[in-house]
C-alpha cells in the first residue's frame, strides 16, 4: 500500500447527482472530498443512495451531473476505455458478497486482482502470497473459496483489493454477511490497513461501525447530511442528526 500523499484528494466530488433511468434520483448534488490517509464510514439508510454514491467514486458509474475527480483524474475527460485503466490502477473494492470466484484457491483470487497490472504471471503469485500473508492468510493460500469461512473469505477480497496498492479501498457492508466476531476482525484489519497509510471509505448502514470510525458521512434521500470527525461536527445541511 502507498502512503504517498496527493497534492489534491483522492476523490472531490462536486454537485454529483445521479438519475437512473425511470425517475429515481438516488443523488442530489453531494459534494464529498476525501484526503489520502482517510478512514470513513458513508453511513445512511436503506435505499439512501450508498452503493451510487459507491459505484460513482469507484468510477464503475458516471454521474448524470457534477464533477467526478479521482487522484487528480476529472473523470468526464476520460473514455471508457481510460477510466477502467484508471479504475484499476486507483481503486480496489471489497462487496458484502466477497465476490470471489468459486473453484480457484485464495492465492489465484488474489492475483486475479493484478491480472491489469503488467506484472509477471511469477510476480502476480509472489504479490498474492504476501497480501494474503498480510490478511493473516499465509496458511489457507491453497484454499478454494468453498473451503474457507465467511470471515476468511473476506480476507481473501480484501487481500485481491489491496494487492495492487490502490490510492482507494472502497468497502460496501463488508462486515454485512458475517458473525459479529468476524465483522469485528474484519474491521480490526481495516483499522490496520488504514495505519499503514490506505485510504478506505467503508459503506454501512451499522451505527456502531460507522461510530468506530474517524470520519462519519451521513447520506439521506441521496444528500449529505452530516460530515463527522471524531471530536468535532460539521454540519452539511439542517439535518445533522443521525441518518435513521
Ligand atoms: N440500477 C438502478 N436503476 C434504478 N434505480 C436504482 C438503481 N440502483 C439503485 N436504484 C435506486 O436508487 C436509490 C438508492 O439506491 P442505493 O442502492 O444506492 O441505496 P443504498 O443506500 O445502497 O441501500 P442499501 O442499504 O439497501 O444497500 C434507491 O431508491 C434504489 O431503488
Ligand atoms: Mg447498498
Redesign the pocket.
Given at each position: 500500500m502507498t502512503a504517498t500523499t496527493h497534492p489534491e484528494p483522492v476523490v472531490e466530488l462536486t454537485g454529483v447527482t445521479k438519475e437512473?433511468?425511470?425517475g429515481?434520483t438516488?443523488l442530489r448534488g453531494v459534494d464529498l472530498s476525501i484526503g489520502g490517509g482517510e478512514l470513513l464510514a458513508i453511513v445512511?439508510?436503506?435505499?439512501?443512495?450508498?452503493?451510487?454514491?459507491?459505484h460513482i467514486v469507484g468510477t464503475l458509474d458516471r454521474p448524470t451531473a457534477g464533477c467526478v475527480r479521482i487522484a487528480g483524474h476529472d473523470i468526464a475527460a476520460l473514455s471508457d476505455r481510460s477510466l477502467s485503466a484508471l479504475r484499476s490502477r486507483h481503486v480496489g473494492f471489497v462487496f458484502q458478497s466477497f465476490h470471489l470466484v468459486p473453484g480457484i484457491s485464495a492465492r489465484a483470487n488474489v492475483a486475479e486482482g493484478l491480472l491489469y497490472s503488467g506484472l509477471s504471471r511469477a510476480e502476480r503469485g509472489r504479490r498474492a502470497a504476501h497480501a494474503l500473508e498480510r490478511v493473516g492468510l499465509g496458511d489457507r493460500m491453497d484454499h478454494r473459496p468453498h473451503e474457507l469461512s465467511g470471515g476468511q473469505k473476506q480476507r481473501v477480497a480484501i487481500a485481491r483489493a489491496v494487492a495492487g496498492a490502490p490510492d482507494l479501498l472502497l468497502a460496501?457492508?463488508p462486515t454485512g454477511a458475517l458473525d459479529t466476531a468476524s465483522g469485528e476482525s474484519v474491521m480490526e484489519l481495516l483499522h490496520e490497513l488504514n495505519r499503514d497509510g490506505a485510504t478506505i471509505a467503508v459503506?454501512t448502514?451499522d451505527n456502531e461501525i460507522a461510530a468506530s470510525l474517524p470520519r462519519q458521512v451521513r447520506?439521506r434521500d441521496?444528500q449529505v447530511v452530516a460530515d463527522i470527525r471524531a471530536g468535532r461536527a460539521a454540519p452539511a445541511g439542517a439535518d445533522a442528526g443521525a441518518a435513521r
Open positions: 437512473y433511468p425511470g429515481v438516488a445512511g439508510p436503506s435505499g439512501s443512495g450508498k452503493s451510487t454514491l459507491l460496501d457492508e459503506i448502514h447520506i441521496g
